[in-house]
């Protein structure tokens, strides 16, 4: 009984508090045109003088690519933007692709600074589009991802734009959307855990954000005020790591005004990682997992929580039902001999005459440690059915694209997950000094 008691209260904790993220994210009410978490009315960005928008891409890409990313960038319907390409490379190389691209409007190439050293490039890329940029609103991005939809640039803005025709502007910092791997970037072997462990962290940061606490966010889908960017004086208070120009920022900027996960799925972008997906995606998730000692804990306090509740659930379900046989063996000494019993009058008395013929109190001691071996049973079983509905409807609303719903396959991945993390720590173990930019030559 004492061992029930104990599965229930870690039932009760791990649904209302190890996993209020998810069920956050699974309760939301998500429409095409609805964006999670801004509860103000939609406007019509044709006809309220939309804010303008200044999207910085990082070209990691020249040539080709950069030609595909821009054709599908410049099909967004957002009446009013203006787009920065800073590549990675000198200055001849950027002036012979502002002249090859001459034809989009409002286009401006520029480079990074090819000696450039001990600093984040990611971050001086970045820095030199937002200062070049003129827009209110300033939309980082990169071309190892790509808008799916001609509503990405609209869906992100659509919040700013809202606040703005209320003169509530400087309410609201910044939006979020997320960024979907597509799995024909990976391989076959792979797919499945990486779709599954990107859908749980961004299900984990957007939960987070709906409860209040913006601790993490797609870098490359991101909007902000450009305002707020030179009032924080850039990425100064990371300008010592290599990373955090994504969940570091987030969190200062979240003391400006409110910092909204759009849901929508037109404001989904897919990974092109291309040959180098799986290098990629992991040192994004060895990023995420150095810089998270300098954010609030309490939400990656309360992921821990989940994890322990998922896995002290099993031995508190299955002491009872260890105790429960081992209580009905150990009632032989009472002169039964069960292998008799059970071999010589089951042909001849059925059941009910079976059970009848039991000495003393066995058979209502027995019947009590079933019971609790039942509801034992059915308690994980509720609970881990629990666990993967919540799963997949909160994966439904972050991932347009590509899921796993099967509960099974949820399940194992929800008590996988822990050991998956830590096996990746340390496999993935290095001199700290390779985050830091006054250590890089």
């Known amino acids: 009984m004492i061992s029930l008691i104990i599965l229930f209260v870690i039932i009760i904790l791990g649904l209302a508090v190890g996993m209020a993220p998810l069920r956050k994210v699974a309760s939301v009410s998500i429409s095409d045109d609805a964006l999670a978490g801004d509860v103000s009315a939609p406007h019509d960005t044709d006809s309220e003088h939309p804010l303008k928008a200044s999207v910085v891409v990082l070209a990691l890409q020249t040539g080709t690519e950069l030609g595909d990313y821009l054709q599908n960038l410049y099909i967004q319907d957002y009446p009013d933007f203006e787009t920065i390409v800073v590549c990675d490379c000198n200055a001849e190389t950027a002036a012979m692709l502002s002249e ?6 409002n286009l401006h190439i520029t480079f990074l600074p090819p000696g450039s050293r001990r600093l984040s490039r990611r971050k001086l890329a970045l820095t030199i ?3 070049a940029a003129t827009g209110d609103v300033v939309v980082t991005t990169s071309t190892i991802v790509k808008p799916e939809s001609k509503e990405w640039l609209s869906a ?3 919040p700013f734009n809202n606040r703005a025709a209320e003169g509530r502007l400087t309410t609201i910092a910044a939006t979020m959307g997320v ?9 076959r072997s792979k797919r499945s855990s990486v779709i599954y462990q990107s859908n749980i962290a961004t299900i984990q940061w957007v939960g987070e954000a709906l409860l209040g606490n913006p601790i993490r966010c797609a870098g490359f889908n991101m909007a902000f005020r450009r305002e707020l960017f030179f009032e924080l004086k850039g990425y100064s208070s990371s300008i010592l790591l290599m990373d955090g120009d994504d969940d570091i920022f987030l969190h200062e900027l979240s003391h400006y005004g409110d910092c909204i996960p759009v849901l929508n ?3 989904a972008l ?6 180098n997906s799986m290098r990629i995606y992991s040192e994004y998730r060895e990023q995420y997992l150095f810089t998270r000692k300098f954010l609030p804990q309490m939400p990656f306090i309360r992921k821990s929580f989940s994890s322990w509740c998922h896995w002290l659930a099993l031995p ?4 009872p039902i260890l105790a429960g046989i081992y209580g009905i063996f150990s009632m032989a000494d009472r002169n039964l001999d069960i292998a008799s019993w059970a071999g010589g009058l089951w042909m001849e008395k059925g059941v009910s005459s079976l059970w009848a013929t039991l000495p003393g109190d066995f058979g209502q001691r027995a019947a009590a440690m079933i019971i609790c071996m039942g509801v034992a049973v059915l308690l994980l079983t509720l609970y881990a059915a629990a666990t993967a509905s919540l799963y997949i409807k909160a994966a439904r609303k972050i991932n347009p694209y590509r899921l796993h719903y099967s509960p099974l396959y949820a399940i194992w991945r929800a008590l996988w997950q822990p050991i ?3 096996l990746f720590r340390l496999s993935r173990r290095s001199d700290p000094a390779a985050h830091y930019t006054y250590k890089h030559n």
Request: proline share 11%; net charge negative.
């Open 100 to 105: 090859e691209f001459a034809s989009y409007p």
């Open 129 to 131: 589009g937002i200062k």
């Open 156 to 158: 992100l803005m659509q």
């Open 179 to 187: 960024i979907v791997p597509d799995s024909a970037d990976f391989p």
């Open 265 to 267: 799925p037109g404001a």
């Open 270 to 275: 897919l990974t092109d990682y291309g040959d």
């Open 316 to 319: 508190a379900s299955i002491l």
């Open 420 to 422: 998956s993390n830590l």
